[in-house]
């Protein structure tokens, strides 16, 4: 079993940075994909982020070009850079893992595993 803790979430002002951190234990991440997912207040749960166990990188429209996910399967880690931020990036984020063959990163329900998510806040 995996079990992932997300960390780094906090308030922040407009055009601000913040870096997520996906600690997991139990297995290594090397042999999956990690997404990250957020969800805002009477929202969808809705796709952000993915990185394949090849490195490959996808990212939502709405983040693109303002948010870097990376791992680091030495420490069993996987981070979401968050640049630029916006009042619409409000939410609570999660990290999730799957195989990389699971179908499509951006549908959550492909995903085995869960963190408790980190709340992220951007005020204007």
């Known amino acids: 079993q995996v079990q992932l803790v997300e960390s780094g979430g906090g308030s922040v002002q407009a055009g601000g940075s913040l870096r997520l951190s996906c600690a997991a234990s139990?297995?290594?991440?090397?042999?999956?994909?990690m997404g990250w997912f957020r969800q805002a207040p009477g929202k969808e749960r809705e796709f952000v982020s993915y990185?394949?166990?090849?490195?490959?990188?996808y990212y939502a429209d709405s983040v693109k070009g303002r948010f870097t996910i990376s791992r680091d399967n030495a420490k069993n880690t996987v981070y979401l850079q968050m640049n630029s931020l916006k009042p619409e990036d409000t939410a609570l984020y999660f990290c999730a893992s799957r195989q990389t063959y699971s179908g499509s990163y951006y549908y959550a329900p492909s995903y085995n595993y869960w963190g408790q998510g980190t709340q992220v806040t951007v005020s204007s």
């Open positions: 990185i394949r166990s090849d490195g490959s990188t």
């Open positions: 139990g297995r290594t991440l090397s042999n999956y994909g």
